[in-house]
T-cell receptor, first 109, second 118 residues
């Protein structure tokens, strides 16, 4: 079957670093995506990993290990505007996205 | 980056009426578009995959006669919620894959349409 797991909610402090983990089991693999979604808005693209390793993009980095079915999103220098849900999604062999339930990140001053 | 628009942004309708939602790729061609539904505090749920020039592929549990999808051109897909009921109230989001993007598989999302059925 297909399954994606990520924590339901995390809390972090402004200026700190937070890592959001995602584990997956999917049939076929065409990459893993991280999206940010603020309440009432559509998801916005953050990162795409299809090969093992770390992809860095400004304050956000994403890591993938295909052998372990594992990814994480690392957010540095947290800002209040980073409070949002972070969605992990894998793309299967039919180019469909399989979504995790999302991690609600709460940033405290 | 590529832009996807949705219209309308929000709609309120009476129970029993039909509502059409448009999804357009503004600066790229999309042979494949996806329709999602999202209830409050839940993740995105794929409803159907819309393929230009052919019938949509619906996910299990999604009524194809209730949620009519038409993908008549490479830049436009429409979702019609027929005989809407209050339980159809949700946030409907479309996404599109850039046909010319080669191996890059990013889906670009529209801003979503909030449907409220009274």
């Amino acid at each position: 079957g297909q399954n994606i797991d990520q924590p339901t909610e995390m809390t972090a402090t402004e200026g700190a670093i937070v890592q959001i983990n995602c584990t997956y089991q999917t049939s076929g693999f065409n990459g893993l995506f991280w999206y940010q979604q603020h309440a009432g808005e559509a998801p916005t693209f953050l990162s795409y990993n299809v090969l093992d390793g770390l992809e860095e993009k400004g304050r956000f980095s994403s890591f993938l290990s295909r052998s372990k079915g594992y990814s994480y999103l690392l957010l540095k220098e947290l800002q209040m505007k980073d409070s949002a849900s972070y969605l992990c999604a894998t793309m299967d062999s039919n180019y469909q996205l399989i979504w995790g339930a999302g991690t609600k990140l709460i940033i405290k001053p | 980056g590529a832009v996807v628009s949705q219209h309308p942004s929000w709609v309120i309708c009476k129970s029993g009426t039909s509502v059409k939602i448009e999804c357009r790729s503004l600066d790229f061609q999309a042979t494949t578009m996806f329709w999602y539904r999202q209830f409050p505090k839940q993740s995105l749920m794929l409803m159907a995959t819309s393929n230009e020039g052919s019938k949509a592929t619906y996910e299990q549990g999604v009524e194809k006669d209730k949620f009519l999808i038409n993908h008549a051109s490479l830049t436009l897909s429409t979702l019609t919620v027929t005989s809407a009921h209050p339980e159809d109230s949700s946030f409907y989001i479309c996404s599109a894959r850039d046909s010319g993007a080669g191996d890059y598989n990013e889906q670009f999302f529209g801003p979503g349409t909030r449907l409220t059925v009274l």
